[in-house]
């Protein structure tokens, strides 16, 4: 089993910047890739940000040139360092971890972009 706890949500003014981490325990040897998703109310779950355990990433492409994921193995631990937010990436933000036999989700943190 993996615990994922998040952290780094809250409130910010649009051209913003938050940093989201997921920190993973338990049976963390056999973590994969480490994403983020994000649900906003009336839409579906989408793919933010993905990153292999090698560090190879992937982006949605509304969030390119603007978000950054990173990871940090030897504390299980991935980033989302998000700049320049918009009103419309208000949305709560769940980190997936994916291993070898099982895919496991943060609890979500809510990212709210407003003045």
């Known amino acids: 089993q993996v615990q994922l706890v998040e952290s780094g949500g809250g409130l910010v003014q649009p051209g913003g910047s938050l940093r989201l981490s997921c920190a993973a325990s338990?049976?963390?040897?056999?973590?994969?890739?480490m994403g983020w998703y994000r649900q906003a109310p009336g839409n579906q779950r989408e793919l933010v940000a993905v990153i292999s355990r090698g560090g190879l990433t992937t982006y949605a492409d509304s969030v390119k040139g603007r978000f950054t994921i990173s990871r940090d193995n030897a504390k299980n631990t991935v980033y989302l360092q998000m700049n320049s937010l918009k009103s419309e990436d208000t949305a709560v933000f769940r980190c997936r971890v994916v291993t070898t036999t099982n895919v496991y989700w943060g609890q979500g943190t809510q990212v709210t972009v407003s003045s």
């Open positions: 338990g049976s963390t040897i056999n973590i994969n890739n």
